[in-house]
T-cell receptor, first 113, second 108 residues
C-alpha cells in the first residue's frame, strides 16, 4: 500500500518563527511536491523536486524554501512565518515517468498567529 | 499557460439523481486525473485517463476524456450521500495543474 506521511496534522506557530514541514514517502518515487490549499483558490504548487538535491519553483514559491537530502524525504521551510501562510499544506509524490499519478499525504493544517 | 476549469464549483443534488461535472483545459495533454477530497482529509486518486476516448468506471462514478475537445467529464449515476465530497480534475502539461474543485453535496 502506497504511503505518503507528513510530520504533523495540525501546527500552530507565531509570526516570525521558522517552520519545518516534513514529508516522507515509501514508494521510491522520484518526484515530490508541496502544495498549499486555500478555500476558493484550489491547490497551488509551491515547489517540486524530481531528484535528490534538485528543486524547481512552482507557482507561489515566495516565502518558502525546500530541502531534499534523501529520496524519500522532502521538507518545506517557512523562513519567517507570516499570517498569510496560514493554510492547509499537502505533500505528494509520483514517479518521474509513465502515468505520473500523484499520491497525497494527509495534509498539515498550519495556523500562524 | 495551462488553465483548468471545472464547473460547476458547487453542486447540491438529491440522492438517486444523475449529474455530470465538467473539466475543461486549455492546452493539449494526454494525462488527466480525477481526485476526491473529503472534508478535512487529503486527496484520493479516483481515475487516470491517458488517451482520447478513455472511459473509466468505478461504482457510480464514470470518467471520460475527449482530448480533441479538451474536456473530461465525471458522471455520477444514482447519487448516494456517501459520494458527497469535493472532486478535482488535474491535467499534466510540464507540471500538473489542478482545477478549483467541485464541491458535491448530496441530499438524503
Amino acid at each position: 500500500d502506497v504511503k505518503v506521511t507528513q510530520s504533523s496534522r495540525y501546527l500552530v506557530k507565531r509570526t516570525g518563527e521558522k517552520v519545518f514541514l516534513e514529508c516522507v514517502q515509501d514508494m521510491d518515487h522520484e518526484n515530490m511536491f508541496w502544495y498549499r490549499q486555500d478555500p476558493g483558490l484550489g491547490l497551488r504548487l509551491i515547489y517540486f523536486s524530481y531528484d535528490v538535491k534538485m528543486k524547481e519553483k512552482g507557482d507561489i514559491p515566495e516565502g518558502y524554501s525546500v530541502s531534499r537530502e534523501k529520496k524519500e524525504r522532502f521538507s518545506l521551510i517557512l523562513e519567517s512565518a507570516s499570517t498569510n501562510q496560514t493554510s492547509m499544506y499537502l505533500c505528494a509524490s509520483s514517479r518521474l515517468a509513465g502515468v505520473y499519478e500523484q499520491y497525497f499525504g494527509p495534509g498539515t493544517r498550519l495556523t500562524v498567529t | 499557460e495551462l488553465k483548468v476549469e471545472q464547473n460547476p464549483l458547487f453542486l447540491s443534488m438529491q440522492e438517486g439523481k444523475n449529474y455530470t461535472i465538467y473539466c475543461n483545459y486549455s492546452t493539449t495533454s494526454d494525462r488527466l486525473y480525477w481526485y476526491r477530497q473529503d472534508p478535512g482529509k487529503s486527496l484520493e486518486s479516483l481515475f487516470v485517463l491517458l488517451s482520447n476516448g478513455a472511459v473509466k468506471q468505478e461504482g457510480r462514478l464514470m470518467a471520460s476524456l475527449d482530448t480533441k475537445a479538451r474536456l473530461s467529464t465525471l458522471h455520477i449515476t444514482a447519487a448516494v450521500h456517501d459520494l458527497s465530497a469535493t472532486y478535482f480534475c488535474a491535467v499534466r502539461d510540464d507540471k500538473i495543474i489542478f482545477g478549483k474543485g467541485t464541491r458535491l453535496h448530496i441530499l438524503p
